[in-house]
C-alpha cells in the first residue's frame, strides 16, 4: 500500500444527491408497493430462475442497463479527463506475513495496486481474467452507469477465463471506495483493491493519508478455499442460487436476458443503541436456549436408533464452527472461523509500518474488505475525529474505535503523537486482532499492549449526521418497499422476504421518485446490507450510506432520491450469505 503525502486545497465541500435505505420515500402520498405487500413485483418474477433467461421473458417495461436511459445519465454526468488502467486477475502465492499462501489476487499482491482519481475524471480499465473461473469487477460504492457495474447476468457477460473486458465510466463523486468480483464467493480470496476519488474542491487539510483495507483471511491454509467454505455451510445442498460462474447471457433488454445475482444489498452500518443490541441478544439467546431444550428433549432417542443406518445412506455434513459472540453485534458474530486476520495484506507478525512526523495531520481511509468479520479499530494514544462515511461527508465527531461491517468505509483524521502506536483491529466477536503499526520515530521493533481505546467511546453509524451539503432535503416517500431478512444459521436458507434469490424478481421504482426502504431483520444474526448505485440516508438527517448494519430483529428505514436508472442488487455484504440467497433487485421502471 502506497503512503500519500499531500496538502489538500481548501475549497467547498461537494454537493450530492441523496438516496436512503430503510427510509421513507413520498409525495402527495407514498406508493407502498406494486404488485405485493413488500413491493415486489411479482408480474415480473416469470422468467426462469437460471442464468441467461431469454429476453422474451423479461419484462419489457424496465430499463435495461444497456438502454438509452442509462446512456443518458451518463452523458448528463459529462466525459472527464481518462485515466487508463489495467488490471489481472491471477492465482498468484502471497506472502502475508506470518506465511505464504496460494490464492487469487489482482497483479500479484494483496489488497491490490490503490486506483486513485479525481472526481470527474473517467475511468478506462481493462480486466483480464487469468483465473480457472469466469469473473466480474464491481466498483463498490461508486454511483455509476449501470452496465458498468459488474454483476453477472444482470449488468454484463462473466469474463471467461483468458478474456478480458473494458470498464468505461465518469467517476463523478469523491469518496473512499474499493473494488472486487461479483462472482460466486471469490470476493474471501485476495481479490480486493482500494479506489480512492479525490475531491478536487477538497475542504479537509492534512499532511498524509493512509489508506487501511481490513481482511479476513483463509484462502489457501490447510487445504481451505472459499468454495469449499460454502458447501460445509450449505452442508450438502445445491450450489450458489447467487452469482452465477458460466457465461450465461445477461438482461440487455435486446436478444438476451437474465440475471445471475439477488436480493439485498451488502453492508450495513452499525445502527443500533446499546440499549437494543441488548435486547436484541436477549432475544437470541432466548431463541437458542429454547431450540436446545427442544432438541434434547424429544427425539434424541430416535435419533441415535437412526443414526446408524444414515452413516451409509447420506453424506456427512462437516461440522459448523463454534459459536461467535458479540454485544454489539446483538449475538452471533459470524459463520466462518478465519485462522488470519490482515491490516493492508499482512498478518500483525510482520504488519505495515507508517511512517510519519510528530504533529503530522493523517487522513485515513478504512476499508473492511471482509467476507464474514465486523472489525473493531483503534489507533492507541490516539482519537480520531469522524469526517466521512462510505465516501459521503458528515459533521466531524470524534472518538476512541469505530466498528466497521463488511463493505463500510469510514475517514478519520488524527494528528500524530511522538513514538510508535498500533493502529488495532479486533475481529468482532471472534477473538482474534489484526494490527499496522504508526510510528514518528525510531525502527526498534516494540511489543504493544491492547490499547486503552478499543474499550473507550464506539461510534457507530446512528451517532453521526450527514454533513449540510450532502444531507437530503425532508420530503414524503413516493415509495416505500419492505425487504424483510430472513432465514437461519441452522437451516442456512438466507433470504429477502422468504424469497431466496431469483434472477427474475424485480422491486420497481421509478426515475425521480423519493424511495424509502424498510429494511426489517427478522433472523438472530447481524447482517450488513449494501445498495448498488446510490447512497442511502440513515433517518432523523443521518448520514449517506450505501452500506448499514442491521442487528437482529431490529428495523431501520432508510431513504434514497432515485436518480441512476437500471437493474441494481441490494443484497446482505456477508459473500456467504449473499450466494446462499440474501439477494435481490431494484428495477427502475419505464
Not at 457495474?149 to 444482470?154: A, F, K, S, Y
Not at 432465514?487 to 442456512?492: A, L
Amino acid at each position: 500500500m502506497h503512503e500519500k503525502t499531500r496538502r489538500a486545497v481548501l475549497g467547498t465541500g461537494i454537493a450530492a444527491a441523496g438516496s436512503g435505505l430503510l427510509a421513507a420515500c413520498g409525495s402527495s402520498g407514498p406508493r407502498p408497493h406494486a404488485g405485493g405487500p413488500d413491493g415486489v413485483d411479482r408480474n415480473a418474477m416469470g422468467a426462469p430462475a437460471r442464468p441467461g433467461a431469454p429476453a422474451d421473458d423479461v419484462p419489457a417495461q424496465y430499463v435495461s442497463p444497456h438502454g438509452p436511459e442509462v446512456a443518458e445519465t451518463e452523458r448528463r454526468r459529462g466525459p472527464g479527463p481518462v485515466r487508463t488502467f489495467r488490471l489481472t486477475a491471477t492465482a498468484t502465492t502471497l506472502d502475508i506475513g506470518a506465511r505464504k499462501v496460494t490464492s487469487w489476487a489482482y497483479e500479484d499482491q494483496v489488497p491490490g495496486r490503490e486506483i486513485r482519481v479525481t472526481a470527474g475524471d473517467t475511468i478506462a480499465l481493462t480486466l483480464a481474467n487469468n483465473l480457472p473461473q469466469p469473473t466480474t469487477l464491481h466498483w463498490h460504492g461508486v454511483r455509476l452507469r449501470n452496465d458498468m457495474d459488474g454483476v453477472p447476468g444482470v449488468t454484463q457477460r462473466p469474463i471467461k477465463t483468458g478474456a478480458a473486458y473494458d470498464y468505461r465510466f465518469t467517476a463523478f463523486y469523491p469518496g473512499t471506495y474499493w473494488i472486487h468480483p461479483h462472482s460466486g464467493v471469490q470476493l474471501d480470496r485476495g481479490l480486493y483493491a482500494p479506489l480512492i476519488v479525490e475531491d478536487p474542491k477538497e475542504p479537509l487539510t492534512y499532511d498524509k493519508e493512509w489508506v487501511v483495507v481490513l481482511d479476513d483471511w483463509l484462502d489457501g491454509v490447510g487445504g481451505r478455499t472459499p468454495d469449499k467454505e460454502f458447501e460445509r455451510l450449505n452442508a450438502g445442498k445445491s450450489g450458489p442460487v447467487g452469482h452465477a460462474m458460466d457465461d450465461g447471457p445477461m438482461d440487455d433488454g435486446s436478444t438476451e436476458g437474465g440475471s445471475t445475482e439477488g436480493g439485498g444489498k451488502r453492508g450495513a452500518k452499525a445502527t443500533g443503541t446499546a440499549k437494543a443490541t441488548a435486547t436484541a441478544k436477549a432475544k437470541a439467546t432466548a431463541t437458542a436456549g429454547a431450540t436446545a431444550k427442544g432438541t434434547a428433549a424429544g427425539g434424541a432417542k430416535r435419533d441415535r436408533a437412526r443414526s446408524t443406518a444414515r452413516k451409509k445412506a447420506a453424506p456427512k455434513a462437516a461440522p459448523k464452527a463454534a459459536p461467535m459472540e458479540s454485544r454489539l453485534l446483538g449475538g452471533h458474530a459470524g459463520d466462518v472461523t478465519y485462522p488470519y486476520y490482515l491490516v493492508n495484506g499482512r498478518t500483525p507478525e510482520s504488519p505495515q509500518v507508517f511512517r510519519a512526523k510528530r504533529g503530522d495531520r493523517i487522513r485515513i481511509r478504512i476499508i473492511n474488505a471482509g467476507g464474514d468479520t465486523a472489525f473493531r479499530v483503534a489507533l492507541g494514544g490516539h482519537r480520531m475525529t469522524v469526517t466521512h462515511t462510505d465516501g459521503y461527508p458528515v459533521v466531524p465527531a470524534k472518538t476512541d474505535a469505530l466498528l466497521l461491517g463488511m463493505g463500510e468505509r469510514y475517514d478519520v483524521l488524527v494528528t500524530a503523537k511522538d513514538g510508535v502506536f498500533p493502529l488495532a483491529v479486533i475481529a468482532e466477536g471472534k477473538g482474534r486482532s489484526a494490527m499496522a503499526v504508526l510510528r514518528t520515530r525510531g525502527k526498534n521493533p516494540v511489543k504493544f499492549p491492547r490499547p486503552k481505546e478499543l474499550n473507550g467511546e464506539l461510534l457507530t453509524a446512528d451517532r453521526l449526521k450527514a454533513a449540510e451539503d450532502v444531507r437530503l432535503t425532508p420530503k414524503e416517500p413516493d415509495r416505500i418497499i419492505r425487504m424483510r431478512l430472513t432465514g437461519s444459521m441452522r437451516r442456512w436458507d438466507w433470504a429477502i422476504n422468504g424469497r431466496p434469490y431469483d434472477p427474475s424478481q424485480r422491486y420497481p421504482v421509478r426515475e425521480g421518485e423519493r424511495v424509502r426502504i424498510s429494511f426489517i431483520n427478522g433472523t438472530d444474526m447481524w447482517h450488513p446490507v449494501h445498495l448498488h448505485g446510490h447512497t442511502f440516508a440513515l433517518p432523523d438527517g443521518g448520514p449517506r450510506k450505501d452500506t448499514t448494519v442491521l442487528l437482529p430483529h431490529h428495523k431501520v428505514n432508510v431513504d434514497l432520491d432515485a436518480d441512476n436508472p437500471g437493474l441494481w442488487m441490494v443484497h446482505c455484504h456477508n459473500v456467504y450469505h449473499s450466494e446462499s440467497g440474501m439477494m435481490t433487485i431494484l428495477g427502475y421502471q419505464k
